[in-house]
């Protein structure tokens, strides 16, 4: 009986302790929480624009044959430059960069309209051409196998050891006939 007194008292003096202790919550309604709040959407909404972009998927296609050609880890990347320039700042940029090993290369600049919510440009950076074309120079002689000219045949001679042997003529030219020119044209 007697612990159960105690217990009730103690009971007692806990309560209404326990409801001093309690705080409102506060509220952190500020200008500048609600301005982080909307740039963190911002970045956000540019970043899924990026990666839903048709340059972003189709620079993505071309990792596999990267990595064959230059063994080396290949990523496509979207990059968005953070400038602090606080409200006034009416657009972001971003680029679509390329990494292989170490390198990398911004294949193209990116323009965010903070009003609209939309990117508004995509332009392909000159460093993205000048890779293009290097690229390109590289498979031009790789296109063109050695083949035999149009036209020649092929004849078999028999060695003395008999064996056939092969040998390419040149072809034969033929005299081709130009179409004449009229004046009414």
Request: charged residues 40%.
């Amino acid at each position: 009986m007697k612990n159960a007194i105690i217990l009730l008292a103690i009971l007692c003096f806990i309560c209404p302790a326990l409801s001093f202790a309690q705080v409102p919550p506060v509220k952190h309604a500020s200008a500048e929480v609600k301005e982080k709040q909307k740039e963190k959407s911002d970045y956000k909404e540019f970043r899924k624009q990026i990666s839903a972009l048709k340059e972003f998927s189709d620079e993505k296609k071309k990792i596999p044959k990267l990595q064959k050609e230059n063994k080396e880890v290949v990523k496509v990347i979207a990059n968005i430059d953070s400038v602090d320039g606080g409200d006034d700042v009416k657009t972001f940029a971003g680029f679509i960069t390329q990494q292989i090993g170490d390198n990398s290369v911004n294949l193209y600049e990116l323009t965010f309209d903070r009003a609209t919510r939309k990117i508004t440009t995509v332009k392909k950076t000159a460093e993205a051409i000048e890779a293009e074309t290097a690229e390109k120079e590289k498979e031009k002689p790789e296109a063109k196998p050695a083949t035999a000219k149009k036209g020649s045949t092929v004849k078999k001679k028999k060695d003395e050891d008999g064996d056939d042997e092969e040998e390419a003529d040149e072809p034969e030219e033929k005299p081709t006939k130009k179409p004449a020119k009229e004046d009414g044209e």
